[in-house]
């Protein structure tokens, strides 16, 4: 341990060991040469750990600290204690008793939209009383709208506050012995959940709803569960991220997220069951996942019943499934809810089949590779593989540049060079000699791939390839925004549990699209597809006709550009009944293409409960993403009253359920947090700050 | 060592003081709604529950005690913020469908203050099994732990 540097904190440090030797003293124990050192009995089964227990097991480290709640705290800066009270277990190679034992997901899909319920059940294998709390991902675009928590027979549905008075409620009622749990958003794809009190032996089970409409590409739904937060990079000097710390050290990076990882070797227990019933409405010709095993029983020809093998149950990867329906491509579908406030719609509007005709126009591609630390080994593999695909469908009329980022940005050369079988051949070479390591400064990746001048004759197509590991996306999405000019980003996710949210943002905000590739499947369909879509042009400048229906309060609130094989959902508000014809017209290069559709507001099967809270979800998403370049006191308050009104999860609200009967003896007990593992093909090592 | 501990001790005590002080200020209690079906079963129901906004804050709502409303009830997020919250539940299961005086739900809050709030209840509608429309009360009720423990509790009229 290296000595405190000043009287700031030598204070709190020492108020800190006081208070774990006040602590260890109450337990009963005192320090030998090891440290404080404790052991647990749980070596051999699953009875409660005691962790004051000296039985002089040499395998097993029990250590409770317990500092004051303002530490200063640095990343790097290793004897500042963490800022909670925590137990921490360590059981070398041996499963870790963790209070999370499992995750099970129940999903529903209907039309293009699922229903997701999440119960995480929470136990304590202590013998002190505990907080438990556990980051974990969900969708970026789910609309979380229930939450109960569960004990014993009693089911508490929780409410949904104003995130700081969420907070201040909970914190009173854990100090004051109540059971009690709370749910906030950190980022539309990470949520934290607390449950304070458990008391030892006990269970309690979180259940959490959420809506999540389908991704569609090219012929196929796409079901995605997240199962891990993939650990992220943040820049020296952030406090807002989500940094990426090993098990039992709370506090060390200094973010105000936190995700702490199991060692290589170590195990929680924790696994995960995840089983999905599709209702196509039509025939499904092919259902699959192309990450996990799974066990598909059909259900006639229309549905199919989905449940992930058991052998498969580590949650250490993005869950896909997959499915293809009957007849080629879909037809636009609209859905409908009414209600005696609001009528709600979700149109999906797919791009006219003859733009896949049109000519492809000259480009100027820019990738940039992202050659950081988490994507070490497999997935920079695949994304140089990517790379390549791509590179050798240019030709001659093209431009190219390959830029590199990690801590530093540098680029094959000066300006784009013409895509020649030499400066091919010169490109590809160079893609051989990236290696990855260090930090993630995709801030410095986004200068040198906006940052010079444009060739107007060209379409400039900006690819990331990335994992998208980092903690301050909101600085990211902001400096693309202000940068972007005429360029369109086609984001390239790699890996086994991609940060979604931020390579779909970036997409959207630089008008192109996402694609993603996983570490077991070949980049080569995704690559066509992806090459494919940002070869044509789009069709832009969409412009919507409704016909008879009255539309207001569109989201997103410009139609986006329309790419081939993907088509878009718009959501709003309409008045209107029966059939009608709504016309979309757009410029796709210099060519003006419009196209009708017919639709049926009251047709069967057009009714959707969900439509009206993913109209909220995305309400709220478009005003994020104003927040994101110009925020405002006003923004804020509107993304709160939204989610207030529809009871739909923001990062200005929380769930909050209190059980009020509840009297825990002593006080709030330590808070233990639920590490989880590193993603699948992520390494460890370069990923945690140790 | 002793030093130590005497500072502990400081600490522990400072700790304890505060806390002392925080919990005059907030208390957290749970509230037992009933209803009275008379003869009808009771298949689905809406109340609203009126409390003073400014010292009551809803923090959970339970599920009742028959097992067809065992369920935490559902409530419409918009009514919150005017110091009402609407319930709302329904059961399709005939054989099991109460009758009679039947807790259907708890609301827990926390209230601010040492004096009791004014809480009422009102019913806005109510069927039975078969859906047809019925007459119903509603009361509202402390609920009064027994004992220490989760599930330990009685109800005080």
Redesign the interface.
Known sequence: MRRPRNRETLVPLV?AV??V??LL?IAGCSPDRRGFSLSSPLAGGREPARPWETTGMSEELWVIEKSSGDMPRSRGDTEKPPSQGELRAKRGEKEIPLPLEHTDVKAQISAFVATVDVTQKYHNPYDTKIEAVYVFPLPQSAAVTEF??T???????????ERE?AKK?YE??R??G???SLLTQERPNIFTQKVANIEPGKKIDINITYFNPLRYDNGEYEFVFPTVVGPRFNPPGSTGGVGAVPRGKAGRSGQKTEVQYLKPGERSGHDIAISVDVAAGVEIEKIYSPTHAVNVTPRGTNRAQVALSPMDAIPNKDFLLRYRVAGGTLKTALLTHRSKDENTFALVLHPPADMKDLPRMPREMVFVLDCSGSMHGMPIAKAKEAMRRCLRKLDENDTFQIIRFSDNASRLGSAPVPATKENLRRGLEYLDGLTSGGGTMMIEGIKAALDFPHDKEKLRIVSFMTDGYIGNETDILAAIEKKLGSARIFSFGVGSAVNRYLLERMAKIGRGAAAFVGLSEGAGAAVDQFYERASRPALAGVEIDWGRMKVNSTYPKSPPDLFVGRPVIITGHFQGTGKTIVHVKGRCGTEEKSYAIDVDLDGPGAEHQGISRIWARWKIAELSDTETHSPSVELKQEITDVS????ILSRYTAF????????T?GTHGVTVNVPVPVPDGVRYETTVEE | MRG??V??LV??AGTLSA?EN??AK?V???WDVRVETGDETLGAYQVEIFYPKTTV???????GEPETF??????D??G??GGRIILAAFTTDKKSAPKGTVRVARI???IEGKDTPEISAKVTTAGNIDGKKITITVRLSE?K?EK????N?KTEE
Not at chain 1, 656 to 663: E, F, K, P, R, Y
Not at chain 2, 57 to 63: A, C, D, L
């Open positions: 108020a006081v208070v030797a006040v003293v109960v928590m004990i014993g027979t009693r089911r508490i549905r929780a409410i949904i506050r008075e409620i009173e009622a100090r004051q109540k059971v009690a207030l009104r529809y009871g909050l359920a209190v059980d009020s009967l509840s009297d003896s | 130590i501990l500072i502990a600490l522990a806390a925080t919990e907030t957290f209690k749970a804050k809803i923090v959970g709502v339970e599920g065992r369920d935490a009830p559902r409530y997020p918009k919150l913020k827990h809050t926390s609920t732990r220490k423990g989760n599930k509790e």
